[in-house]
Every structure is written in structure tokens, then in C-alpha cells.
């Protein structure tokens, strides 16, 4: 099974009706490479696994927004993105996007829409980003299957005058026909990618 199946890594999900909730699993460490750590456990309403990756980069707040606001630029540091454009911006720190992702053959390429919002904490020293896809707003493509949930949260923490925490927080069901043990089975790849390609992003704004 090609690795490109754990594509849906960077950018979020909704809410959709789910599994009944059971007892939250703790996080289980599954890479430590390049300063990412990159953990698993069982969702509490989901057979997918929920990913957490916390990592630490140079750089300022205002230049991790900037990317991540940067949705028609997705393609060059998220894993397995073969497209992303703006749809909607309202204000500043919001705005829908659409992406289509890349699945391996004979699997059906994802697509999404999502919604995001960006917001700093008073003081400056905290940025959240949230993302959450629209399922049901807007009509599916024949060629590709509907990502059906997809959330993520990003917490950057200013921890000195050029340095960033970030942790990372992934929930999400690829849709289709992809077995979640296989899908479970893969699941570090993706964001390992496009991580170090965000660390070399930030590192690039601060030469």
C-alpha cells in the first residue's frame, strides 16, 4: 500500500454524526526525527487514530500565520496536496478553501472544503488556528470521494524571541472504501513530510 494514503494531514474538519464515545486513549509516541515528535492514540469516536505532532521552529508568529493562511500555496508543503485555492475570505484571520488530495492507485484521489480561523491572544505570545470541513455545503465531484470529517488545531506558542512550540492535533476519516487498520498503519508518514517542509519554510523567512 503506497504511503500516499496518509495524505490528509494539514488542514481540518468538521462535524458529522459518530461513533458513540468511549474512554480517551493516551497519546503513544510513533516518530522522533528531526526534533518532530509525532504521537497516535485511539480516537474516542472513531476508528481512525487522532495524530499529534509537536515540533519547534525559528521564527515568529506572524510568519506561521501568514503560511498557514496561505491556502493556494498548500501544494508546497503539504503531503500529497495536488491543489488548493481560496474560495471565501471574511476578515482577516478567516476563510474557506477547497483542496484536492493525492490517493494512490486504484484508490480515488480526496477532495474537501474547509473553513479557517486564525486567531492571536492578547498579549501576542499564542496563536490558534482551527480548521473545519463543510460536508454537505457544497456538491460533490464525480471523479473524487468527499473527505468526510476532517478537524485540526494548531497551538504556536512564542517561547523566545525567534523561537516557536507548535503542537498539532489531527482528527479525521479519508472516506471511501480505505480499511482504517491500513490507514492507521501509515499514519506518521504524511505529516513527517510536510512538517519538515514547514520547518524549512519558517527557517527560509529567517535567513
Known amino acids: 500500500m503506497n504511503n500516499n494514503l496518509i495524505l490528509l494531514v494539514l488542514l481540518s474538519g ?14 503513544e509516541l510513533k516518530k522522533d526525527e528531526d526534533s518532530i515528535f509525532i504521537y497516535t492514540r485511539e480516537a ?5 487514530n487522532e495524530l499529534k ?7 515568529t508568529l506572524e510568519q506561521l500565520r501568514s503560511i498557514l493562511l496561505d491556502v493556494d500555496h498548500y501544494k508546497d508543503w503539504v503531503y500529497a496536496s495536488k491543489s488548493s485555492n481560496l474560495v471565501e475570505k471574511k476578515g482577516d ?10 490517493a494512490p492507485w486504484p484508490l ?3 477532495d474537501f472544503y474547509s473553513r479557517i480561523k486564525a486567531r492571536l491572544d492578547s498579549l501576542g505570545k499564542k496563536l490558534f ?13 464525480d471523479h473524487l470521494v468527499r473527505v468526510p470529517f476532517l478537524r485540526a488545531e494548531w497551538v504556536a506558542t512564542l517561547i523566545g524571541a525567534s523561537r516557536i ?12 472504501s480505505i480499511p482504517a487498520w491500513i490507514a492507521n498503519m501509515f499514519v506518521t508518514k504524511g505529516p513527517y513530510k510536510s512538517f519538515t517542509l514547514l520547518q524549512k519554510k519558517m527557517a ?4
Open 93 to 102: 484571520g478567516e476563510l474557506t478553501y477547497y483542496s484536492e488530495v493525492t
Open 53 to 59: 505532532v509537536n515540533m519547534e521552529v525559528h521564527g
Open 44 to 48: 474516542s469516536d472513531s476508528k481512525f
Open 165 to 176: 512550540r507548535i503542537e498539532y492535533i489531527l482528527d479525521w476519516n479519508p472516506g471511501g
Open 204 to 207: 527560509s523567512l529567517n535567513h
Open 14 to 27: 468538521c462535524c458529522l454524526a459518530r461513533l458513540p464515545v468511549r474512554a480517551q486513549s493516551p497519546w
Open 129 to 141: 488556528v482551527s480548521s473545519c470541513n463543510l460536508a454537505g455545503k457544497y456538491k460533490d465531484k
Open 108 to 110: 480515488e484521489n480526496r
